[in-house]
């Protein structure tokens, strides 16, 4: 296990399975430490994301006590009602306002990017954030944000991403921001390539190939 390498993946009613659950798997095949954290108003046995699957979690915010000191990333899966709880969650803004504060990893994918609207991170730096997320929550977002049509945006402590069909190259590049390429590469070795549809024409998409390549990385560039 990378001790030194723990991440938060928050959950509600609502949540994109995808997006959750595929981040949740590569960080632990990366051996990253992850608590799956239950967002609601009362604990329930689980919660059944937006394709009707039922996904239990670790802890429950406002039940168990948790030690949020100890984990250095905080992960915001979208589906349009898991991201809306997620996003009106005081609990959770404080601490993805918190996390970016202290320099630590946020990363959102597909509508879960309106929880770092909520949480203010758009006037945490002064100058415009660079991000993506779905064009669905595009409009909600530009006008606050540098949003880029791309499908990873990685802008120094925080990565954001357009969608469930990008889940994979998301949770990797968690993964190699927590603890480095030959990490996400070692993770990456013995999991075959996943199939895309992509303008009604199939594609490789070759995760080896992808960590050897850039992403949209704004880190540590002036663009203002």
């Not at 296990?1 to 659950?21: H, L």
């Not at 499908?151 to 994979?168: C, K, Q």
């Given at each position: 296990?990378?001790?030194?390498?723990?991440?938060?993946?928050?959950?509600?009613?609502?949540?994109?399975?995808?997006?959750?659950?595929?981040?949740?798997?590569?960080?632990?095949?990366a051996?990253?430490?992850?608590?799956?954290v239950?967002?609601?108003?009362?604990?329930?046995?689980?919660?059944?994301?937006?394709?009707?699957?039922?996904?239990?979690?670790?802890?429950?915010?406002?039940?168990?006590?948790?030690?949020?000191?100890?984990y250095?990333?905080?992960?915001?899966?979208?589906?349009?009602?898991?991201?809306?709880?997620?996003?009106?969650?005081d609990?959770v803004?404080?601490?993805?306002?918190?996390?970016?504060?202290?320099?630590?990893?946020?990363?959102?994918?597909?509508?879960?990017?309106?929880?770092?609207?909520t949480?203010n991170?758009?006037?945490?730096?002064?100058?415009?954030?660079?991000?993506?997320?779905?064009?669905?929550?595009?409009a909600?977002?530009?006008?606050?944000?540098?949003?880029?049509?791309e499908?990873?945006?990685?802008?120094?402590?925080?990565?954001?991403?357009?969608?469930?069909?990008?889940?994979?190259e998301?949770?990797?590049?968690?993964?190699?921001?927590?603890?480095?390429?030959?990490?996400a590469?070692?993770?990456?070795?013995?999991?075959?390539?996943?199939v895309?549809?992509?303008?009604?024409?199939?594609?490789?998409?070759?995760?080896w190939?992808?960590?050897?390549?850039?992403?949209a990385?704004?880190?540590?560039?002036?663009?203002?």
């Open positions: 296990m990378n001790s030194s390498s723990k991440a938060i993946v928050f959950i509600a009613e609502g949540t994109e399975e995808i997006e959750a659950v595929v981040t949740i798997d590569v960080l632990r095949r051996e990253i430490e992850v608590l799956v239950g967002v609601s108003q009362i604990k329930v046995p689980y919660y059944i994301c937006s394709r009707k699957v039922k996904i239990v979690p670790d802890a429950y915010i406002d039940v168990d006590t948790i030690n949020f000191d100890n250095n990333a905080a992960i915001i899966p979208g589906g349009v009602l898991g991201a809306k709880i997620l996003s009106e969650n609990q803004q404080r601490i993805l306002a918190d996390f970016y504060a202290q320099g630590k990893i946020v990363a959102t994918i597909c509508a879960g990017a309106l929880a770092i609207k949480a991170l758009h006037n945490k730096r002064g100058k415009k954030l660079h991000i993506t997320a779905h064009s669905s929550v595009k909600e977002l530009e006008n606050d944000f540098d949003f880029h049509d499908r990873v945006v990685v802008d120094d402590h925080l990565i954001t991403a357009a969608g469930p069909g990008v889940s994979f998301f949770a990797f590049s968690i993964v190699k921001k927590l603890a480095g390429d030959d990490v590469k070692s993770a990456a070795a013995p999991m075959i390539n996943s895309l549809l992509v303008n009604k024409e199939y594609l490789i998409f070759d995760l190939l992808f960590l050897e390549t850039e992403n990385d704004f880190s540590g560039k002036n663009y203002h």
